[in-house]
């Protein structure tokens, strides 16, 4: 993330902090160490996550060199999810852009329990009219295109969802998309979209 969309960020002035969630880069030996027969310990996982993602939040908004009223969010896959499950609860965050996210896939082991604790669908309705951003891979084989469309409709305005040829990665292409995004929405308060809006892009 720091190499992908926190350069493209860094190119307009927005500065960005990136943070390893639980089971992810250094931390914990990775996602192949938990077991998946552990569900109270991927619930603590969770929540360690959220409370850290909430630290970076309260982090940025206290350097001197940072507006505390233009702080946004982004996450893409995993972090897609934890993207809109914190801003639904943190009113700093004034804008929302997700890569690959969507809503939880129908065969999700124990769903009823995750949504308790985790459910876009709720989480994105919760926004109040702060502009959501969704960038998804027509291909994605991890987040599909169906959970993309589930958490769109789900959402309020204002919102926008681009739509690339491509699997779970995003192309450069989509990643610029969402960094000219988040800074037009953190320059100008006053210049969000007031309807839902679509497009489709060739990049691979």
């Known amino acids: 993330m720091a190499d992908s969309i926190g350069r493209s960020l860094a190119d ?4 960005s902090v990136a943070i390893d969630l639980p089971l992810h880069g250094t931390r914990d030996g990775g996602l192949e160490g938990l077991s998946l027969r552990n569900p109270l310990d991927l619930v603590q ?11 970076a939040i309260r982090y940025l908004s206290e350097q ?3 507006d505390p009223r233009r702080l946004a969010i982004a996450g893409y896959s995993l972090g ?3 993207a809109v499950i914190v801003a639904s609860e943190a009113p700093l965050v004034r804008a929302v852009a997700l ?3 969507g809503d939880l896939p ?4 124990f769903a009823a329990l995750v949504r308790t604790f985790a459910d876009p669908r709720k989480a994105v309705r919760a926004l109040a009219g702060r502009p959501l951003l969704m960038v998804n891979g027509r291909h994605d084989r991890t987040i599909q295109p169906a959970q993309a469309r589930t958490l769109f409709e789900a959402a309020g305005e204002p919102k926008e969802i681009h739509w690339y040829d491509g699997g779970h990665w995003p192309p450069p292409a989509a990643i ?3 960094a000219d995004w988040l800074a037009d929405r953190l320059r100008d308060g006053e210049r969000q979209p007031r309807t839902a809006k679509t497009s489709s892009h060739g990049a691979q």
């Open 45 to 55: 996982k969770w929540k360690l996550a959220v409370r850290e993602a909430n630290a």
């Open 12 to 15: 307009r002035g927005v500065a």
């Open 176 to 178: 610029e998309i969402v």
């Open 106 to 109: 129908e065969t999700t082991p």
């Open 99 to 101: 890569a690959a996210g």
């Open 80 to 82: 897609a999810y934890l």
């Open 64 to 66: 001197p060199a940072v």
